[in-house]
């Protein structure tokens, strides 16, 4: 008899001996507190469970979730290089090594007699993880660098795939995509609760509750269901710490981070018949505020709060490297894309993200 869906991740999960859990570019706080609750449940069942997030390490107003700090920006290690020295013959009297032009020398000196060739033997271990779980990953690709460097690895480990959008690509052997959640947060809940109600304490409810809140907006988008809310009681119910979500995820803004908001609320330019919110920040405008590119989410976040009715909101800016990028988030279906413009200028670049934005379809 076929084992169900739950079961059957249940099962993997228990086959793992070490799995990674891997969170793709702009997955947000949704992304990186989902993964957190789900290291933290993994550890419950005796897994020890690695982070690897293709955006880099949590951003700052999720450092009060225990362990964020095993977040990771890259995977290393992935494998081994084993160099294997019959010492039937003769013992190892003493090893060494040294870096001569890039490359590492061995020294390694007999008791007595000496090795050869046939006595030396090099291999290379397996891979360090045995199952991936992606969360909020339409496809392999939005795993970025994660991805793109180690595909054999990808291609060759066992993927759990969770995720909520109707674009994911289903690339996962197993896959949990429930297109009636808000959030990858819920998603997990809803796993663990048919997993075992038990694994989710405090601080895995607490750091699903993050994501959900952040992912909605404290629930104000559009497409929180009832059973998004029903879920969200639970995660209450069972001692998410709400007080201490809503405090980090909307006030904590540093000094820097307002004054670089207000910066972009002054070029703040508005599309009526689209829908349509944009802005403009220049390198000054980060100098001038004491600002950096990390501030950015939370400028885009305050952008959105400022502008309720907009279907669209778009951040150009100009990078520390004097690249133009914009930032481009959308309401339905809930999505953001990052977009380069190489070689142009931040009006130019503005006059492009406009004309994309506010063509009307033919």
């Given at each position: 008899m076929?084992?169900?869906e739950t079961q059957q991740i249940l099962?993997?999960?228990?086959?793992?001996?070490?799995?990674?859990?891997?969170?793709?570019?702009?997955?947000?706080?949704?992304?990186?507190?989902?993964?957190?609750?789900?290291?933290r449940v993994l550890e419950k069942l005796d897994k020890k469970a690695d982070i690897v997030a293709a955006d880099g390490t949590a951003p700052k107003n999720l450092h009060f979730l225990p362990g964020h700090e095993k977040v990771s920006p890259a995977l290393e290690n992935l494998r081994r290089f084993v160099i294997e020295i019959d010492?039937?013959?003769?013992?190892?009297?003493?090893?060494?090594?040294?870096?001569?032009d890039d490359k590492l020398v061995i020294h390694l000196s007999p008791k007595k007699g000496?090795?050869?060739?046939?006595?030396?033997?090099?291999?290379?271990?397996?891979?360090?993880?045995?199952?991936?779980?992606c969360l909020g990953a339409a496809d392999l690709e939005s795993c970025a660098h994660l991805y793109s460097d180690h595909p054999d690895f990808f291609y060759r480990t066992p993927i759990i795939n969770i995720d909520h959008r109707a674009e994911n690509e289903h690339f996962g052997q197993l896959n949990v995509v429930d297109l009636t959640a808000v959030s990858v947060s819920e998603v997990?809940?809803?796993?663990?609760?048919?997993?075992?109600?038990?694994?989710?304490?405090?601080?895995?409810v607490t750091a699903l509750l993050t994501?959900?809140?952040?992912?909605?907006?404290?629930?104000?988008?559009?497409?929180?269901?009832p059973k998004t809310l029903q879920t969200a009681s639970k995660l209450v119910?069972?001692?998410?710490?709400?007080?201490?979500?809503?405090?980090?995820?909307?006030?904590?803004?540093?000094?820097?981070?307002?004054?670089?908001?207000?910066?972009?609320?002054?070029?703040?330019?508005?599309?009526?018949?689209?829908?349509?919110?944009?802005?403009?920040?220049?390198?000054?405008?980060?100098?001038?505020?004491?600002?950096?590119?990390?501030?950015?989410?939370?400028?885009?976040?305050?952008?959105?709060?400022?502008?309720?009715?907009?279907?669209?909101?778009?951040?150009?800016?100009?990078?520390?490297?004097?690249?133009?990028?914009?930032?481009?988030?959308?309401?339905m279906p809930p999505s953001?894309?990052?977009l380069a413009f190489p070689g142009k200028t931040i009006v130019q670049a503005e006059r492009e993200v406009m004309e994309r934005q506010t063509k009307k379809p033919a």
């Open positions: 076929a084992l169900g099962e993997a999960i228990k086959r793992s001996s070490r799995p990674l859990i891997c969170v793709p570019r702009q997955a947000g706080a949704d992304g990186y507190a989902s993964a957190i609750g789900l290291a010492a039937s013959r003769t013992k190892v009297d003493e090893l060494t090594y040294e870096m001569k000496f090795w050869d060739a046939k006595d030396l033997n090099v291999s290379s271990t397996g891979y360090r993880y045995d199952l991936i779980v997990v809940h809803d796993l663990v609760e048919a997993i075992e109600p038990g694994l989710l304490d405090e601080e895995v994501g959900m809140i952040s992912k909605t907006k404290s629930f104000k988008t559009k497409n929180v269901s119910a069972k001692g998410a710490r709400r007080e201490a979500i809503v405090h980090n995820l909307y006030r904590t803004r540093s000094v820097p981070t307002l004054r670089l908001w207000g910066r972009a609320l002054a070029r703040l330019k508005v599309d009526v018949a689209s829908s349509f919110v944009w802005t403009l920040l220049s390198q000054q405008d980060f100098l001038h505020a004491g600002a950096e590119e990390a501030d950015l989410p939370d400028v885009i976040e305050e952008l959105i709060a400022s502008t309720p009715d907009a279907k669209t909101v778009a951040l150009i800016y100009e990078t520390s490297a004097h690249e133009i990028v914009a930032t481009v988030r959308t309401e953001e894309i990052r």
